[in-house]
């Protein structure tokens, strides 16, 4: 373990992101990448239309979608693979009840049913994906060294219920680290009535959040809420999560968010920190992967250690994989 991976270190780092604006974060951020590749593990970034038109993208809005992640069989596989398992209660197992409850048998009271890491990283394809050299590579061009894989989560969102879930369907940053980006893996097909990812573009660097919002209609502002206005000019787009924001969000930047949506087997690559949220879904119940890279070992609620060899029999397993995947793992 690194001198930068143990949990009073992480929780001393997370109080800091909470007061940083993007700015500072984006400092820091730099430090640690320069830390992260003089310890090594780093392996050359073989050139490709796909990763470089992917991490040019990323850097510049936000996101960049992706298509074909997986082949419809391996979707099938993966789905009928999760309903024989029971979900919990939250977008993440840690916030949940702790109950397991099967689909068609109680889960679907709940706007989300997600999995306990065990069963996440036994699913098929899964860590293969999150390990693959050109999402690794794409992840490591954006975060600027070898990065941490320090989450994998699946979980359901169930259309029917009579608000959004205070939890992720409303407009926030995620504050994880000083710098990461999270893949998103539709494994039902989403349209606009299923539940698409939405993310406003170019709010993931403070430098692009500013000319969007000197490029705002006049007046847009002065439109909001008293409250909201004295929160946005007090810095709460530039820290902290800004939920809440949601009518001041809508009224500066409606322009820029997009709503993703894509057959199962796509999906996206975003920087988090900018503005996002998962849209309700209405047609249906929607299933999602995610994965998450970073600069370091994440002890937040999505961390909890599996077996070593769940993972190390899946993947080509050398130092620089360990290095990785160190986060997901127990000795």
């Avoid at 800091?16 to 604006?21: C, G, K, N, Q, T």
């Avoid at 990763?51 to 979707?75: F, K, M």
């Avoid at 919002?213 to 800004?242: H, I, N, T, Y």
Wanted: glycine share 8%.
């Amino acid at each position: 373990m690194s001198r930068i991976d143990g949990p009073l270190v992480w929780q001393a780092l997370q109080s800091l992101r909470e007061e940083l604006d993007a700015a500072e974060r984006d400092r820091i951020a730099s430090h640690f990448a320069g830390q992260v590749r003089a310890r090594g593990f780093a392996a050359p970034i073989a050139s490709s239309p796909v990763v470089d038109s992917a991490a040019g993208v990323l850097a510049a809005e936000g996101y960049c979608s992706l298509a074909s992640l997986l082949a419809p069989a391996q979707v099938a596989e993966v789905v009928r693979y999760f309903r024989e398992r029971p979900c919990f209660n939250a977008h993440v197992h840690a916030s949940s009840d702790k109950v397991p409850r099967r689909l068609g048998e109680g889960a679907e009271a709940f706007h989300y049913g997600s999995y306990a890491l065990d069963d996440v990283v036994a699913a098929p394809f899964l860590v293969e994906l999150a390990n693959s050299p050109a999402l690794l590579a794409i992840a490591e061009r954006y975060l600027g060294c070898t990065p941490t894989l320090y989450s994998l989560n699946a979980w359901w969102s169930f259309p029917g219920l009579a608000r959004p879930a205070k939890v992720s369907q409303s407009f926030h940053r995620d504050l994880d680290d000083f710098r990461f980006c999270t893949l998103f893996l539709y494994l039902t097909d989403v349209d606009a009535r299923g539940g698409p990812h939405a993310y406003v573009r170019r709010t993931h660097r403070i430098d692009l959040l500013e000319q969007e919002m000197a490029k705002a209609a006049p007046g847009a502002l002065e439109e909001v809420d008293p409250q909201l206005r004295a929160s946005v000019a007090g810095g709460a787009f530039r820290r902290g999560q800004a939920y809440g924001l949601d009518p001041a969000i809508r009224q500066l930047f409606g322009h820029l968010a997009d709503m993703i949506p894509g057959p199962a087997g796509s999906g996206l690559i975003a920087d988090t920190y900018g503005l996002h949220m998962g849209i309700p879904p209405e047609s249906g119940p929607r299933l999602i992967f995610w994965a998450r890279y970073g600069l370091h070992v994440n002890y937040g609620p999505n961390a909890a250690p599996v077996e070593e060899r769940l993972i190390a029999s899946r993947i080509p397993w050398d130092d620089r994989a360990r290095y990785i995947n160190r986060a997901l793992l127990r000795s």
